[in-house]
């Protein structure tokens, strides 16, 4: 059998050979400066260039992204989602569909006749009725007639479809103000891959999809092709209209006393809440869209409504007509403009309501919550693009 065994002096000359080499650059002896250093620098941030080893390799890579103030281990954000429960809302909903008058009944045999309605509905494109009870044909698997509230009844031949659910995304509540900004992959792909660099023809990162609505840190910001981009992790840069960001800011703004205010980023399309100086909540919204703007300024609330109806038209026809029943969680603060929840909206992030500041139902209902009447309501715009002019402004609406 051979002997792999080795004599104790060859493995100490070789132990000795290993440590030559790891500590001795043989670039060194060539180098016109003696004090050159020879040795490479462990892996750590050095904020000013050690004198005694050569601070390349993992040492640069460190150094570079805690510039970037991206420190190793990555530290999550001090956050957690609101309550999955606040996501309920307490109403059935049916949407009624566009383009025809809707005609409701005072009584269920009426509505099975088909005759003596005791109002209609005005025809439009956003058309919601909140029942409390359904009835049925003989046989029928579906409903054929809903209840509402006041007692009247709506045909199931008249309605588009029932809600089966409504919007779950949910901001994120704070234990104290994160170091830098932050925010969420906006609901325009089914996913995103990040580039490795900025700028459109830069190769993808070797890095996870990111999916709608997931909160991203942004560790700094880059021009390139005209577009700001965003570094959210090692080597991943996101696009600026790709993410609805937060840029926390506990200063009070002007015009606002006392230490609560609810801050409305037209721009980013993002709400913040702050409290005693700090951050406590955070979320994505859609706000006013052309020509229907959230108007800018320092509002205070002055109402708070469980549950509210919402109805108007701002076109000369009316053609633009909506319909909306028991919106929860409204809180009015600028004439009929008002943060509330908007159970029809399939996503958030981007400007489409006619005034009002839309929020999920989970979102409306933690801030209803949290708020009180005379809490103020600072709306922004940082781009300038929104009109601030009072007499561009009317009455508003949902």
């Not at 029928?140 to 479809?161: E, H, I, N, Q």
């Not at 509210?308 to 000369?316: E, H, L, V």
Request: with cysteine.
């Amino acid at each position: 059998m051979t002997d792999y065994r080795l004599p104790l002096s060859k493995i100490l000359f070789a132990l000795a050979a290993v440590a030559a080499f790891c500590l001795f650059n043989p670039a060194r002896a060539m180098a016109a400066d003696p004090s050159t250093p020879g040795v490479l620098c462990l892996p750590g941030v050095y904020q000013a260039e050690p004198e005694n080893c050569l601070a390349i390799g993992p040492s640069t890579v460190r150094a570079q992204q805690a510039k970037q103030g991206m420190p190793l281990p990555l530290r999550p954000l001090p956050a957690a989602q609101s309550p999955v429960a606040l996501a309920a809302v307490p109403y059935s909903y049916a949407m009624l569909p566009k383009g025809t008058s809707t005609p409701v009944f005072g009584t269920l045999d009426d509505a099975r006749a088909n005759q003596n309605a005791s109002y209609y509905i005005e025809p439009g494109d956003l058309r919601y009725i909140s029942y409390v009870d359904v009835a049925y044909d003989e046989g029928s698997a579906k409903p054929d007639y809903f209840m509402l509230r006041d007692g009247g009844w709506v045909a199931g031949r008249d309605v588009a479809t029932r809600v089966g659910g409504t919007n779950r995304f949910q901001g994120l509540v704070f234990r104290r103000t994160p170091e830098r900004p932050f925010g969420w992959i906006m609901p325009l792909v089914s996913d995103l891959r990040p580039k490795a660099a900025p700028g459109y023809n830069a190769p993808e990162a070797d890095a996870p999809l990111l999916y709608p609505y997931q909160p991203v840190q942004i560790y700094a910001t880059q021009q390139a092709d005209n577009v700001e981009w965003y570094l959210v992790g090692p080597g991943q840069w996101v696009e600026q209209r790709m993410i609805a960001r937060v840029l926390p800011n506990p200063t009070p703004p002007e015009g606002v006393t006392g230490n609560r205010w609810i801050e409305v980023n037209l721009f980013e399309q993002t709400l913040a809440v702050y409290e005693n100086n700090q951050l406590v909540f955070a979320t994505m919204i859609a706000t006013g869209i052309d020509p229907f703007f959230t108007r800018p300024g320092v509002f205070q609330i002055r109402n708070k409504l469980e549950s509210t109806p919402m109805s108007g038209a701002f076109a000369g026809d009316r053609s633009d007509y909506y319909y909306l029943q028991d919106v929860p969680w409204t809180m009015y603060y600028d004439q009929a403009r008002a943060l509330h929840a908007a159970y029809w909206r399939t996503r958030f992030g981007y400007q489409q309501s006619h005034g009002c500041v839309n929020l999920s139902p989970g979102d409306a209902h933690w801030l209803f919550d949290w708020a009180q009447v005379g809490d103020w309501v600072y709306v922004w715009d940082p781009s300038g693009a929104t009109p601030t002019d009072p007499k561009y402004y009317g009455d508003g609406g949902a």
